[in-house]
């Protein structure tokens, strides 16, 4: 048998796995109704939705199997979440990648299994729809055809779930969805002993800006100032719109001088930006930056105060 590898993107697919706070849940009508069909036009015993988490798969929907989750090691859609092309195994008995899995050996004693990897919005890979027989079976094109056109309603189901995560003026994250990664990323750091660096933004003058020019120039510039900060970023850090003009953005693994110099690349791009912009105003910023203490911070509320607090303090003194 051999275990899943672990996918490239792992820590920013995990944190958008965790931000639709849909582990461990109640079944939903809605995705229950996409297993069901498979069942029936397959004909099949089992039919999941399966989210892949950091050591198990869980099932959003299940029928056919008694469990509501299996270990990631053991897991078929732990190999199928590496592609996004659909798996087929038509005999996993003649796969040496799961002849002696423990799921083909035992019940449910898996021969069949067809598994879509399931993407959010920003194309990481989540989870699957799949289907499993305890027979060895073909898959035809046309098989294959419906079997993927369900498993689109279902990733559809997903990104609605995920679109409550997400400032939709500017396409970030938003402060529900940031919480949510935020105590995440923190308890991760936390347990791994990481570097955590978090930094809270507020425009300056963003208010004159909207009075003078309108709200839809406001827009705007809430917009480049997102882009602007995003391209500086790395996969794995989180960039939120708090609301209003506040954004943050937590950096895992990073220490303060690291986070610092990325700051200082996002105040050259925006120096370029402003430079080059022909607006009668300037987008500039303030900002309180803090690194993860644990005898100062026991919660990642008590990070965010401090730097919310740095960020007033800097912004005060900048006015006088």
Not at 75 to 83: D, E, K, Q, R, W
Not at 226 to 249: P, Q, T, Y
Not at 266 to 272: I, M, S
Request: proline share 3%.
């Amino acid at each position: 048998m051999r275990n899943p590898d672990i996918p490239d993107n792992e820590l920013e697919r995990l944190q958008a796995l965790h931000a639709l706070k849909i582990l461990d849940t109640e079944p939903e009508e809605r995705f229950d109704r996409l297993t069901r069909m498979a069942r029936r036009l397959f004909n099949v015993p089992i039919a999941l939705v399966s989210l892949v988490d950091e050591d198990r798969q869980w099932f959003k929907s299940c029928f056919g199997l008694p469990v509501k989750e299996t270990g990631r090691d053991v897991s078929f859609c732990g190999h199928a979440i590496l592609s996004d092309e659909c798996l087929v195994i038509e005999d996993a008995t003649k796969d040496s990648r799961f002849a002696d899995n423990p799921l083909v050996l035992d019940e449910p004693c898996i021969r069949f299994y067809a598994g879509y990897p399931l993407k959010g919005i920003n194309g990481v890979r989540l989870g699957t729809f799949c289907i499993i027989d305890d027979k060895p079976r073909t898959f035809s094109g046309n098989d294959l055809r419906d079997f993927e056109d369900l498993a689109v309603l279902a990733e559809r189901e997903l990104e609605a779930v995920q679109i409550s995560t997400l400032d939709e003026l500017t396409g970030i994250t938003n402060r529900r969805g940031f919480n949510i990664l935020a105590e995440f990323s923190f308890q991760m750091c936390h347990r791994m002993h990481l570097n955590l660096s978090l930094v809270y933004f507020d425009l300056d003058k963003f208010k004159a800006i909207n009075d003078s020019y309108g709200h839809q120039e406001g827009d705007e510039v809430l917009i480049a100032f997102s882009c602007l900060l995003s391209k500086e970023l790395r996969e794995s850090d989180i960039l939120a719109r708090l609301g209003g003009d506040e954004f943050a953005v937590l950096f895992t693994g990073a220490n303060i001088h690291q986070t610092k110099r990325t700051i200082e690349r996002f105040q050259q791009a925006l120096d370029t930006f402003n430079a080059n912009s022909d607006k009668p105003y300037e987008i500039a910023f303030s900002y309180g930056m803090v690194s993860y203490n644990e005898s100062q911070h026991n919660s990642i509320e008590a990070l965010i105060d401090h730097a919310d607090k740095q960020m007033y303090a800097r912004k005060k003194k900048q006015a006088r």
